[in-house]
């Protein structure tokens, strides 16, 4: 009889477990009204600080369109040179887990050396030293290799940041591809698959789940650091936003508008990848 009564209703579920989550839902109803509260609270403290600046935010609104022209060259950029990137990445992974002494040295010396020297020093290497080691090479003889050598500053540009972000991404699919089970190839092994195939079928497309989070933190970055290809003189986000700043003398409203501008469009790609990572991460819900 104590065991009936010590049921709600017809749930069947005690009291004691009703009060319980009641409690919970009162006190995840209260974060997130807190934490509203605090994001509003945060917002009008921002746009006090802009008032208190005494910010022409007529200027800013006019100048908006000129400024989104140049969206179109960031996203190229960051998204051809991620593409470069994963690529170099899978290369430079395979490398450094390669039993061959030749292919681990290139693929070491790779990661090291560009880990190891500024962004900003690469991309005016590109840019401005490779026309310098044409020229020297043309003494050699080889004619004409210094017009090939000398790129136009979006190629430049992409090729820096891609060469740069590979580097780094290496050691995160080295990473990733390690951290499956060795019992997984084994397995492989013992069905007849080759080492390519193994990787290809077996491991990769594992190693994957792991790899795709921080390769989406890279791209987020790479959105940002894209904003160094202004210095080369390509009219991205960055570059029509010093410029109009510098030609009105309103540089400080300029450079908010754009700071403002890669945050929501770091935001949105935050969105996306939180989006990706549940996608991703849905096997492992399945089995709890």
Known sequence: MKDETSLSGKSGIPEEALTTLDRIDRD??????????????????????????????????DQLPFIFAGMGYTLFVSFMAISLACFLAIIGALGRLSRNPVLNSISSTYVSLIRGTPLLVQVYMWYLALPQIGKALEGYGLTGIQALFTMPALAAGILALGVCYGAYMTETVRAGIQSIDRG??????????????????????????????????????????????????????????????????????????????????CIMLQYFQEKLEAHMARGDRSRI
Do not use: C
């Open 28 to 61: 995840r109803a209260r974060y997130r009204r807190n934490l509203t509260i605090s994001f509003v609270v945060l917002a009008l403290i921002m746009i006090a600080v802009l008032i208190i600046l005494k910010l022409d935010f007529r200027f800013m609104k």
């Open 184 to 265: 997984q190839t084994e397995a492989a092994e013992a069905l007849g698959m080759t080492r390519v195939q193994t990787m290809k079928r077996v491991i990769f497309p594992q190693a994957l789940r792991v790899i795709i989070p921080p390769v989406s933190n890279e791209f987020i970055a790479m959105v940002k650091d894209s904003s160094l290809v202004s210095l080369m003189g390509v009219w991205e986000l960055s570059y029509r936003a010093i410029k109009m700043g510098r030609r009105h003398f309103q540089s400080l409203e300029m450079l908010i508008t754009v700071a403002l501008i890669y945050w929501m469009m």
